[in-house]
């Protein structure tokens, strides 16, 4: 009874602390122009919650984007500056710890076999082999030195290791790299710019802002800033990564508490049955006392 008890405290322990711990990010970040995409940093302090890459793609369609496009080199700029600044925000709050350390991202590239270079006389050299997974035609590539290296190597990571030693290409931040799809990463999210998510709303047999309040309404407008300024960072308040990321993978934990309470309360009750015994030596005696009847008369 008290192991069980212990276990089911240890279990409540476990979510309780899952709760706080395993998500360090997830701002969605826009420029404050509404022509410019917005952007999500999903960044891991635990490594074994990273995910691999087609895991990431499905968790930022689920989330209303894709995995990470770069159109060209003040884009890659932009997210160089993003994931500075979120080193920095995130080391000076009391609870983050001290921010994001080595951890590389995870980019909506990644390599698609060309059948026609297959064929004789065609011929298609590696790095021209990689796609953006959203569709994107941009030619941007920030490869690492010597990459990418193709091979078993088909997804492609952003580097961010800021206390690597430099290699031949110099430190091992925000150049790219091409990994095994299977391995664990952290992700970027992209977003479509704002003024396309109002023109999509626009075009609904509802309209825009419908049965929103002042406040919704206020809040998904982007009040307009200059570009020199710093990225707003807006904090959803209830993100699907929330659900993701927290409370999803926490319904096993809650199944076997689930199953550690039934089992206790099974054991409690079994406990308060009564039971009956009955004394065989004095059954025996009774019935050694009982006078026997004799047919017939005495003589």
């Not at 008890?5 to 826009?30: E, F, K, M, P, Y």
């Not at 710890?97 to 060309?114: M, P």
């Not at 709303?201 to 800033?225: A, F, I, Y």
């Not at 079994?270 to 030596?281: E, G, L």
Request: charged fraction near 20%; aromatic fraction near 8%; include cysteine.
């Amino acid at each position: 009874m008290r192991a069980a008890v212990g276990i089911l405290c240890a279990l409540t322990l476990l979510v309780s602390c899952s709760h706080g711990a395993r998500v360090v990010s997830g701002q969605t970040v826009c420029q404050g122009n509404p022509e410019e995409p917005c952007y999500k940093i999903a960044y891991f302090r635990d490594v074994s919650s990273r995910v691999a890459f087609w895991e990431a793609q499905d968790l930022c369609e689920m989330d209303g984007g894709s995995l990470l496009s770069i159109e060209n080199t003040a884009e890659q700029k932009h997210i160089e500056h993003l994931l500075r600044e979120l080193s920095i925000s995130t080391s000076n709050g009391a609870s983050s710890g001290s921010g994001i350390t080595d951890g590389d991202f995870w980019i909506g590239l990644t390599r698609v076999e060309d059948e026609t270079a297959q064929e004789p006389g065609n011929f298609v050299s590696c790095p021209n082999l990689y796609r953006w997974t959203d569709g994107s035609v941009s030619q941007f590539r920030n490869w690492y030195a010597d990459e990418p290296s193709c091979g078993g190597e088909a997804c492609v990571v952003m580097y961010h290791q800021p206390t690597a030693l430099a290699g031949p290409g110099g430190p091992y931040l925000y150049q790219w790299n091409d990994d095994r799809c299977n391995m664990k990463h952290n992700f970027i999210c992209k977003y479509e710019p704002e003024s396309y998510l109002v023109k999509v709303q626009s075009d609904t047999p509802e309209g825009p802002d419908v049965d929103l309040s002042s406040e919704e309404q206020e809040e998904r407008r982007t009040s307009p800033v200059d570009q020199d300024e710093n990225p707003r960072l807006i904090m959803p308040g209830h993100s699907s990564m929330l659900l993701i990321y927290v409370i999803i993978p926490t319904i096993p934990l809650l199944l076997l508490i689930l199953v550690a309470s039934g089992t206790c309360c099974f054991q409690m009750l079994s406990k308060s049955k009564p039971r009956t015994k009955t004394n065989v030596n004095q059954t025996t005696l009774w019935i050694s006392k009982t006078p026997k009847i004799e047919s017939g008369m005495e003589v």
